[in-house]
């Protein structure tokens, strides 16, 4: 613990700080989770929740929770995705029972 007064004040102004950046950057996190998701499942919305995920990266950039190149970087590969999944959506194949392994004799 800090004796030097500036010091307790520094303190205190860093965990005011670091609990509201965690806010936009846990919600920049969700908003790229459901994106993420959203290729997965082949949802419909699959653009919109891309772009919900680009907005909130771009806010906690904006405040300098993230750096701006990170922010920068996450929403290129969104946008390559999404790219790829608009061009030629994933065809979902049904899964084929996996085949048994001969055990091997030593």
């Excluded at 965690?22 to 993420?36: E, K, P, Q, S």
């Amino acid at each position: 613990m800090a004796n030097i007064k500036s010091q307790i004040k520094r303190n205190r102004q860093n965990e005011k700080r670091r609990i509201r950046n965690r806010n936009f950057r846990g919600a920049a996190r969700t908003a790229i989770t459901a994106a993420r998701e959203a290729f997965v499942e082949n949802d419909p919305n699959t653009k919109e929740a891309v772009l919900k995920a680009i907005s909130t990266l771009d806010s906690a950039a904006q405040r300098g929770v993230i750096h701006p190149n990170n922010a920068s970087r996450r929403k290129g590969r969104l946008m390559k995705r999404l790219a790829a999944f608009i061009a030629a959506p994933p065809v979902v194949e049904e899964a084929a029972p996996k085949k048994k392994k001969a055990a091997s004799k030593k």
